[in-house]
């Protein structure tokens, strides 16, 4: 099986900052994609940022300019660090990855347990 585990989540002011982590772990062999997505209360979810393996972005238009994403491929994780947040950056964000478990096997879609972003003053 495959776990992500999120982190960096929290409480900050509007212009304020903030830094999300999320490792993979367990049976990997290949990881390709990884990204952040976020469900805000009574909204569906939505894609914020996701990254390929070999480093190629993409950002909803949202979120571009204040959001950057980034990834180590040694330590199979992926970041979103968060400048000139807004109250509508308010959700939980979601780390998923697309990962190969063995040579023979299909590519997952797996997901973390979502970590809260509130932005409020």
């Known amino acids: 099986q495959v776990q992500l585990v999120e982190s960096g989540g929290g409480l900050v002011q509007p212009g304020g900052s903030l830094r999300l982590s999320c490792a993979a772990s367990g049976s990997i062999y290949r990881v390709n994609a990884m990204g952040w997505d976020r469900q805000a209360p009574g909204k569906q979810r939505e894609l914020v940022a996701a990254i390929t393996g070999d480093g190629t972005t993409n950002y909803a238009d949202s979120v571009k300019g204040r959001l950057t994403i980034s990834r180590d491929n040694a330590k199979n994780a992926v970041y979103l660090q968060m400048n000139s947040l807004k109250p509508e950056d308010t959700a939980v964000y979601y780390c998923?990855?697309?990962?190969?478990?063995?040579?023979?096997?299909?590519?997952?879609?797996?997901w973390g347990q979502g970590t809260q972003v509130t932005v409020s003053s």
């Open positions: 998923k990855a697309e990962v190969k478990t063995a040579r023979w096997a299909l590519m997952g879609d797996y």
